[in-house]
């Protein structure tokens, strides 16, 4: 099959035809498929999107681009990375391959410690450049929507700097941004032992600083064993509220320290990673509207064994998105389509209920009302895939059939 797409980039409307399919549309068929489908795009704007044939009469003179028979998706998004840091950890995954405990990978000064000292090091403009390197590989994808969180600064200078990193790239780079506030995400070596003056010193008035700074969209946190208890995240949780910024939280991920139930009372946008939920917490998150963010690279890398509870979410309704997480620690998996594939294989997802989970319930994780969608007043943030079937993007295992991508109208 032979490209046959031209390139128009003006914002005026523009018709596209020939799509063996339009995917994730508002039609109740499975995946929302329309077969033989065409897309009108105004501006930046989806304006109409149906069968071929049944194109209104106003759209009929619009110069037509063809898209050779392809299927088209909402641009991909992937709500949950940590992709702004400093330095890597292979040296890390290398000592651990050859044998050494985690206590020996401390003392060398590895873990998550040592992406904070990397971070902390690296100036804004070393940040932004990394952060691009791993961006363009997600737009290579098809991806047209990012989560970029802070955490890796632990103190109030180096997290408004990475939070400044996460907003450039959206100024270099064709992708929509949405930022988070992780400042409780571990405490820092200056603070070992101290995590309630950590937070009441360092994490809340980096959020004040950052909100006042434009640079928060919403205030994450870590709850965990080895991280920070439910009370002190409700601490961070209730700055959030009083600055009208949604929370979500990384919860249950190595155990049940009820931290989803938490972040539903609050109202969250979503729970991540979840392994350890229990039917109690996923009833929280059903009734708050709460999406469960399911994070196959850290289960994974972290050859964790107990799955997340995919049957009581789908029993219970929750909606169920799929990100990468990208972290030099626990998930250095820069793909969302293998990402998909893990989602299908590890969790026995659905291939829909992947894709679905990387675009329009990864809005939803995101509050992004107007992506993931592919309808009328909805971004034109579109995928063209050279696939038949839409199971294929989560099929495959390091191959990316993308062929087109489309950003605000743009090819
Ligand atoms: N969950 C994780 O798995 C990571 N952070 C988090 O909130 C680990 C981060 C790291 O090791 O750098
Ligand atoms: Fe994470």
Redesign the pocket.
Known sequence: MTASVTAAQSATSRLLVDLDAATLTETGAAYGMIPDAAIVLEGDRIAWVGARNALPQEYQHLEMQSLGGRIVTPGLIDC?T?IVHGGNRAAEFEMRLNGASYEEVARAGGGIVSTVTATRAASEAELLASALRRVDVLIAEGVTSIEI?SGYGLDIETELRMLRAARAVATHRPIHVKTTFLGAHATPAEYKGRDDAYIDEVCIPALHAAHAEGLVDAVDGFCEGIAFQPAQIARVFDVAQELGLPVKL?AEQLSNLGGAKLAAQYGALSA?HIEYLDETGVIAMAEAGTVAVI?PGAFYTLRETQAPPIDLLRKHAVPMALAT?I?PGSSPLNSLLLTLNMGCTLFRMTPEEALRGATQNAARALSLADAGTIAPGMRADLAVWDITHPAELSYRIGFNPLHTRIFGGLL
Request: proline fraction near 0%; charged fraction near 40%.
């Open positions: 949950h940590h969180k990384h991540d994070l997480d972290n």
